[in-house]
């Protein structure tokens, strides 16, 4: 599997985690936002245009910085995007 595969495989994988366990939350606040740009950036993935647009990268800081929950599951999701993302770059 290539990374671009694992990228997607990763931003899916986000943003199952955050309508199943996140469903009211992702109306509001740092969720939303999070949601939205993982939204985005699996459009952009499969629609084949410049990942270069994806912005993704400072969810994990987005989320530290309002909720300061370091042993959130969501945010070892939210590292490997970014770093998957990082690595496409």
């Known amino acids: 599997m290539d ?3 694992q990228l997607t495989r990763q931003v899916k994988t986000v943003i199952n985690i955050l ?3 996140y469903s009211n939350e992702i109306k509001k ?5 999070i949601y939205k740009r993982y939204k985005n950036a699996l459009e952009i993935i499969e629609n084949n245009k410049d990942l270069n ?7 994990v800081r987005a989320y530290m910085d309002s909720y300061n929950d ?3 599951p969501l945010l070892k999701e939210l590292h490997k ?3 998957l993302l990082k690595e496409l770059l």
């Open 3 to 5: 990374k671009k595969e």
């Open 19 to 21: 309508e199943k366990e």
């Open 29 to 33: 606040d740092i969720f939303q936002l």
């Open 53 to 59: 647009t994806i912005n993704i990268i400072g969810g």
């Open 70 to 72: 370091y042993e959130n």
């Open 81 to 83: 995007a970014e770093n």
